[in-house]
């Protein structure tokens, strides 16, 4: 029964997330793609399950976590699907301090930045989890 309640949690976590990351793209850039969809969705997954099992950690080290965790699922994600299939989805290569086009000083600095409302947000998801589960 707990590990179908984890599952829930995560599935909602998921989708989530990548609703949200895919509207944050589209604000900023016009557009998103269905890639971004899945990485906001693992992003939030791992960023809440780390959140809620180190709650004493200060708010650096977990704007550190976030930013690092953000930027190596982005440099993963944009290695399969700019690289290997070379759908384009983005290209940093313009940036200062890129790497292979995928990830940039630039975005990881924003990562950081944007961990802190996710921590915010799973400090409210981790209370709402909690509330249903104490409903029987």
Not at 3 to 8: A, F, H, T, V, Y
Not at 46 to 51: E, G, N, V
Not at 105 to 113: A, E, G, T
Request: proline share 1%.
């Amino acid at each position: 029964m707990v590990k179908i309640k984890i599952l829930r949690e995560n599935i909602i976590l998921f989708l989530f997330g990548g609703i949200l990351y895919s509207l944050v793209e589209i604000l900023f850039r016009g557009y998103t793609h269905w890639s971004m969809t899945v990485t906001g969705g693992l992003c939030l997954v791992i960023l809440y399950r780390h959140f809620t099992h180190y709650t004493n950690e200060s708010l650096l080290v977990k704007c550190f976590y976030g930013m690092f965790v953000i930027t190596s699922l982005e440099l993963a994600v944009g290695c399969i699907v700019n690289l290997m299939f070379k759908w384009n989805v983005w290209d940093y290569s313009g940036h200062m301090l890129n790497f292979m086009g995928q990830i940039c000083l630039l975005f990881s600095f924003l990562w950081f930045l944007i961990t802190i409302p996710v921590i915010w947000l799973c400090r409210f998801f981790s209370i709402k989890f909690a509330e249903r589960r104490k409903v029987p």
